[in-house]
């Protein structure tokens, strides 16, 4: 059918196209920021230069450098549109003598490693800068740095095309109205604005987490993250967060089963990839020789070491309780005592965890995975009314459709135990 | 460089920490707060200073048919009003909120951070 191969070259076509837009969004805006110091110019220039690259490519080919190919048409469309405002002649003399014709595209060498990359970095903390809200900070990162499409932004906060879009205008407003600096943080704030870009990172892939509606977040998380330790590569808390990424995700072809997670200690182990494995725990290793441990690294090892063993009993519980300790003298929060609590049960069993779960109960009374674990500890001293009731619980809290069918799977369970305990 | 309005808003009654301070704490405050103003202006941030009197002496004026209407209050019935005021100069919002901190430090209390317009070739 001369049709069909047709319509498949075409696509395979437009599906490359929207790659390369894909991989060379964030360059190009972040690069164009730079030169017009404006976000959204610098958004219609990339614009621009996409609808004409849409129109040239299917039939010229992709050019060798299309990042460079972007970038220069964008730039000149932008000062060319600037030229006929006054405003723009004002800030194309600031810019210098910029050659009115436009040279070859893909003539300017944007090497990776030169100010395309120092532009990404100085957009990143724009972007998760501290005076935006935390909403705002995520939706321009995965727009700006992680060229998703309004839509696709929309779609990964569960709100329409238009709000988000309005999210984004906001956000941008308040950027240029209040002056947020396109600047690498000076010294002594690097290591609080970096938490900031970290958060925000790590929040975009836990949202893609247990959701297959909104699983592409993780790998543009991962992205990020791996970006951003090339930009920074001596700071060990970025290394942490993209190891604490790579092992949460080598898991992931086993931690569900027909549309339910399963728990880590029923998990086919066999399933984890272990090419993420050494990649994170070989990060790891070198954090651990640089001994700036802080709440990313730490996290980071726990998992190392829950990838480490064969099984749950294989597992190395004391090494991960002096773990969750150290973490919890950084970041004392519920949930860090929390998974400090079924770590100790595992250790002393459950009636060590139950008392320690008990302790913290009221701090997380709003989290399903503390009714979770509550349900699970009550279900293996084999009180069972008691752990179905924290299976309900649990399931009226859970955010996700994954988390509700597991715990559906546990209420049917603890109501099958009889008096037997699940386990000593 | 732009222009910023650091607001420091009290709560409204009167309930400023101020009136229960010691003479020794008022001291120190001003202390503090002159200190402050005085690095402002060697820096050239400083602009304009003001400090209001409490929102139960304000009055609002709004249009009504052609004419005026006035209310006694302020615009919202709120527990935090704006209590006094910074002008500033600084290069970017990351300078001005070093300003803000130093303000907050000094006065020990929550103020607003916001740009000012600019007018276009001013």
């Given at each position: 059918m001369p049709e069909d191969v047709t319509r498949t070259v075409t696509d395979r076509h437009a599906t490359d196209v929207e790659r390369v837009f894909r991989e060379v969004y964030g360059q190009a805006v972040a690069t164009l920021v730079h030169l017009l110091g404006d976000i959204t110019l610098a958004e219609d220039a990339v614009q621009e230069a996409f609808v004409l690259a849409t129109d040239r490519w299917p039939s010229n080919g992709i050019p060798p450098n299309p990042a460079g190919w972007i970038i220069t048409t964008a730039r000149n469309r932008a000062i060319d549109d600037l030229r006929r405002s006054a405003r723009g002649r004002e800030l194309t003399e600031q810019l210098g003598a910029v050659p009115s014709t436009s040279p070859a595209p893909g003539a300017v060498n944007l090497s990776e490693d030169g100010p395309v990359r120092d532009d990404q970095l100085r957009l990143i903390f724009t972007c998760c800068h501290p005076a935006l809200r935390m909403e705002h900070q995520v939706a321009l990162t995965l727009r700006l740095l992680g060229g998703l499409s309004v839509d696709e932004v929309a779609r990964s906060f569960l709100v329409s095309e238009t709000a988000m879009a309005k999210r984004?205008?906001?956000?941008?407003?308040?950027?240029?109205?209040?002056?947020?600096?396109?600047?690498?943080?000076?010294?002594?704030?690097?290591?609080?604005?970096?938490?900031?870009?970290?958060?925000?990172?790590?929040?975009?892939?836990?949202?893609?987490?247990?959701?297959?509606?909104?699983?592409?977040?993780?790998?543009?998380?991962?992205?990020?993250?791996?970006?951003?330790?090339?930009?920074?590569?001596?700071?060990?808390?970025?290394?942490?967060?993209?190891?604490?990424?790579?092992?949460?995700?080598?898991?992931?072809?086993?931690?569900?089963?027909?549309?339910?997670?399963?728990?880590?200690?029923?998990?086919?182990?066999?399933?984890?990839?272990?090419?993420?494995?050494?990649?994170?725990?070989?990060?790891?290793?070198?954090?651990?020789?640089?001994?700036?441990?802080?709440?990313?690294?730490?996290?980071?090892?726990?998992?190392?070491?829950?990838?480490?063993?064969?099984?749950?009993?294989?597992?190395?519980?004391?090494?991960?309780?002096?773990?969750?300790?150290?973490?919890?003298?950084?970041?004392p929060t519920p949930v860090v005592a929390l998974n400090r609590a079924i770590a100790v049960g595992e250790i002393e069993g459950p009636a060590a965890a139950l008392t320690a779960l008990d302790a913290i109960a009221a701090d997380l009374d709003t989290y399903h995975l503390m009714h979770a674990a509550r349900g699970t500890t009550l279900r293996r001293l084999g009180r069972r009314d008691e752990a179905r009731a924290a299976f309900e619980r649990a399931a009226h809290l859970a955010p996700t459709e994954m988390d509700r069918r597991f715990l559906a799977q546990q209420i049917e369970g603890s109501a099958e135990d009889g008096a037997t305990p699940l386990r000593g | 460089m732009s222009q910023y309005l650091l607001a420091v808003h009290t709560e409204a009654g009167g309930g400023s920490h101020e009136q229960s301070m010691t003479p020794e704490e008022m001291q120190s405050f001003m202390g503090k707060v002159v200190a402050l103003e005085a690095e402002m202006k060697a820096t050239g941030a400083f602009v304009f200073t003001g400090r209001l009197h409490d929102a139960d002496a304000a009055t609002v004026v709004r249009p009504s048919d052609g004419g005026l209407v006035m209310t006694d209050g302020p615009f919202v019935e709120s527990k935090e009003h704006i209590g006094g005021f910074y002008i500033i100069e600084a290069d970017d919002l990351d300078a001005a909120l070093v300003w803000a901190g130093k303000v907050v430090e000094a006065i020990d209390a929550p103020i607003e951070v916001r740009p000012f317009f600019e007018m276009p070739g001013a």
């Open positions: 984004l205008v906001r956000a941008k407003y308040k950027i240029a109205a209040a002056k947020i600096p396109y600047r690498v943080p000076a010294e002594a704030d690097l290591p609080e604005r970096l938490r900031s870009v970290l958060s925000v990172l790590y929040l975009i892939y836990n949202t893609g987490v247990d959701d297959p509606e909104r699983a592409p977040l993780r790998s543009e998380g991962i992205r990020l993250a791996r970006a951003l330790v090339e930009l920074l590569p001596d700071e060990p808390e970025a290394a942490g967060l993209l190891a604490l990424m790579l092992l949460s995700e080598s898991r992931v072809p086993a931690r569900t089963a027909e549309g339910a997670v399963v728990l880590l200690g029923d998990q086919d182990r066999t399933r984890w990839d272990r090419g993420m494995i050494e990649e994170g725990q070989a990060i790891v290793r070198a954090c651990i020789r640089r001994d700036l441990p802080g709440p990313f690294q730490l996290q980071a090892a726990i998992q190392a070491v829950h990838c480490d063993a064969d099984s749950l009993d294989a597992t190395d519980w004391p090494q991960l309780v002096a773990l969750y300790d150290h973490l919890f003298s950084v970041m | -």
